[in-house]
Each structure stands twice: as C-alpha cells, then as structure tokens.
C-alpha cells in the first residue's frame, strides 16, 4: 500500500512546495498538484485512498494532449477525469485498489455541467438540497458561478 502521492517519473519537474497530501510540481508553464487522499470511492462502496493529479497549464485548463504528457509523466494515464467544480484546473483520480477503478457514480447521480470550451464538471441535483459548486467556488476564487453568475444570484 502506497504511503505518498506520486511523483514525476520523468526529468525536469520542479518540487515547489509540500502539502499535507502530497507536493506541488512544476515544469514549464505546467501546475500538477499531486496527492494521495482519502475520498469517496467511486463505485459507491465507501472510502479509500487515491491518487488525485489536479493539473493546469498557463494558469488555464490545459487541452487534451497537455493533459496526456503530465498523467505520463506522473504514472496516472488510467486515471479518470472526474471535475467537481468549476476552475483553472482538470482533476484525474485513480484509486490504489485496482478493484475500485470504475466510473465515479457521480456522473450518473448529480448533474454533468458541461462549459463552452468542453470542461465537465459534476453538480448536486437541484432536489438533493446541497449548495451549488460553483457558488461555492465563487466564494473561494471569486470567479461567477457558471451556473447562476454572481453569488447573490445563486439560489
């Protein structure tokens, strides 16, 4: 059982800082946030470890090919994409139990918000009675809500 976040298994990847989950990585113009977390297993069965590679690119979502040489370089190609807000970053989890790498519920269970340029992320049904991520990353970030702009307009 792995007790770290991965780590870049290519040159030229600079460690910028330490976090409590894992490290900070970066390499040109590439972010990669890499951690080994505990989380909400994917195929519903509870909670487990996983890797979580959260990666930008300019200080923007990187396009696909970006995104496929930083999973390479982290050893997380089979990871799946699984966005639960909005933001600047696309977010790649792969649990350590290979017998909980499905498809995250989520997309079947919450909303798949898809914007402009592609990004997916996931949001609670309205009925389920939880706060929209996207108000909640407007807090945080001070960027509109996708969904309802600015917070005051957020329901």
């Not at 050893?75 to 790498?101: Q, T």
């Not at 989520?106 to 049904?125: A, L, R």
């Amino acid at each position: 059982m792995p007790d770290r976040a991965r780590e870049p298994k290519v040159a030229g990847w600079r460690l910028v800082r330490h976090t409590p989950e894992g490290a900070v990585w970066a390499r040109g113009r590439f972010v990669v946030v890499s951690e080994l977390v505990q989380a909400e297993l994917p195929d519903g069965s509870g909670t487990g470890p996983q890797w979580l590679v959260s990666v930008s690119y300019k200080r923007r979502r990187p396009d696909n090919k970006q995104v496929q040489r930083a999973l390479r370089a982290f050893g997380m190609a089979a990871a799946e994409e699984d966005n639960h807000e909005p933001g600047i970053a696309r977010k790649f989890w792969l649990p350590v139990d290979p017998a909980h790498r499905v498809d995250c519920e989520c997309k079947t269970t919450e909303d798949v918000i898809v914007e402009p340029d592609g990004f997916k992320w996931s949001n609670p049904k309205p009925e389920s009675g939880e706060a929209c991520r996207g108000c909640a990353h407007e807090l945080v970030f001070g960027r509109p809500c996708p969904l309802h702009g600015e917070v005051a307009a957020c329901p």
